[in-house]
């Protein structure tokens, strides 16, 4: 039996067109909801230290609103976790944040955070918020994500995206690879960032994988196709791939 593979849907770049022109339009929220219609999961958020897509309210609105499970993507700072511990959002996924970047590069050091991230995640679990981080796919890094106390890590498939040819495989097997560590020491495995119609064949094949999360290019596609038709079709290739893989 195939296991299902889920699609969290991020909005961020939707309050990104909107904060363009300021007002209220478009509402990343009624994007979520539209997802939702078409088959995602659950809704991803990031709320950057400098507001530049997704605001205070919107993550407010979006836990209050949708009925799917919300995912806030944060920085590893004071303000974030007071934030997160006061809206209580579903899950949380810890990323790397520098102030000048265009979007998240690389993953989060777990290792290299490790003390800092030993006590910034205890009252996220306390207050019963799942705890992802966003990283590398490196077995090293797994580790130091389950020492921490991480329920679930999302690997970063920007490099394997990027690439093209033998590269590109390279960094699919090594995704391979710590996807399969990420189940042998019971850490639920996610995946996301920069994947396309083009690239999210290989990765929704890979049954250690339980989630992906898509944005900045589902928004793209919909202005040519409608945020609903976008999802629709990434939720048919996922299921594509997933279902040929099951049945080699």
Same mark, same amino acid.
């Given at each position: 039996?195939?296991?299902?593979?889920r699609?969290?849907?991020?909005?961020?770049h939707? *309050?990104?067109v909107?904060?363009?022109?300021?007002?209220?339009?478009?509402?990343?929220?009624?994007?979520?909801?539209?997802?939702?219609?078409?088959g995602a999961?659950?809704?991803?958020?990031h709320?950057?230290?400098?507001?530049? +897509?997704?605001?205070?309210?919107?993550?407010?609105?979006?836990?209050?609103?949708?009925?799917?499970? &919300?995912?806030?993507?944060?920085?590893?700072?004071?303000?974030?976790?007071?934030?997160?511990?006061?809206?209580?959002?579903? *899950?949380?996924?810890?990323?790397?944040?520098?102030r000048?970047?265009?979007?998240?590069?690389?993953?989060?050091?777990?290792?290299?955070?490790?003390?800092?991230?030993?006590?910034?995640?205890?009252?996220?679990?306390?207050?019963?918020?799942?705890?992802?981080?966003?990283?590398?796919?490196?077995?090293?890094? &797994?580790?130091?994500?389950?020492?921490?106390?991480?329920?679930t890590?999302?690997?970063?498939?920007?490099?394997?995206?990027?690439?093209?040819?033998?590269?590109?495989?390279?960094?699919l097997?090594?995704?391979?690879?710590?996807?399969? +560590?990420?189940?042998?020491?019971? &850490?639920?495995?996610?995946?996301?960032?920069?994947?396309?119609?083009?690239?999210?064949?290989?990765?929704?094949?890979?049954e250690?994988?339980?989630?992906?999360?898509?944005?900045?290019?589902?928004?793209?596609?919909?202005?040519?196709?409608?945020?609903?038709?976008?999802?629709?079709?990434?939720?048919m290739?996922?299921?594509?791939?997933?279902?040929?893989?099951?049945?080699?």
């Amino acid at each position: 039996m195939v296991n299902p593979m889920r699609l969290g849907v991020n909005i961020d770049h939707v *309050a990104t067109v909107r904060n363009a022109r300021g007002g209220t339009k478009p509402d990343p929220v009624r994007a979520a909801h539209l997802a939702i219609q078409a088959g995602a999961d659950g809704i991803t958020a990031h709320l950057r230290e400098d507001r530049r +897509h997704v605001r205070d309210d919107d993550i407010t609105r979006l836990r209050a609103q949708i009925d799917k499970p &919300l995912n806030f993507e944060m920085a590893a700072t004071d303000e974030m976790q007071k934030i997160a511990l006061k809206v209580k959002p579903h *899950a949380v996924c810890i990323v790397p944040e520098k102030r000048k970047e265009r979007t998240t590069e690389g993953g989060l050091d777990a290792i290299g955070g490790y003390e800092h991230l030993s006590i910034f995640i205890p009252p996220l679990l306390d207050a019963g918020i799942r705890v992802s981080l966003f990283i590398e796919a490196s077995p090293s890094q &797994l580790d130091a994500a389950k020492s921490l106390g991480a329920q679930t890590v999302e690997l970063h498939t920007g490099q394997y995206c990027d690439e093209i040819g033998d590269a590109r495989t390279v960094e699919l097997s090594r995704i391979l690879v710590a996807a399969g +560590h990420a189940a042998d020491i019971g &850490l639920e495995c996610h995946a996301g960032h920069g994947l396309t119609f083009d690239t999210v064949g290989p990765i929704a094949a890979i049954e250690s994988i339980v989630e992906l999360n898509i944005g900045h290019f589902l928004i793209g596609e919909a202005i040519y196709l409608g945020i609903e038709n976008a999802v629709r079709r990434m939720r048919m290739l996922m299921d594509e791939a997933r279902l040929e893989n099951g049945n080699l």
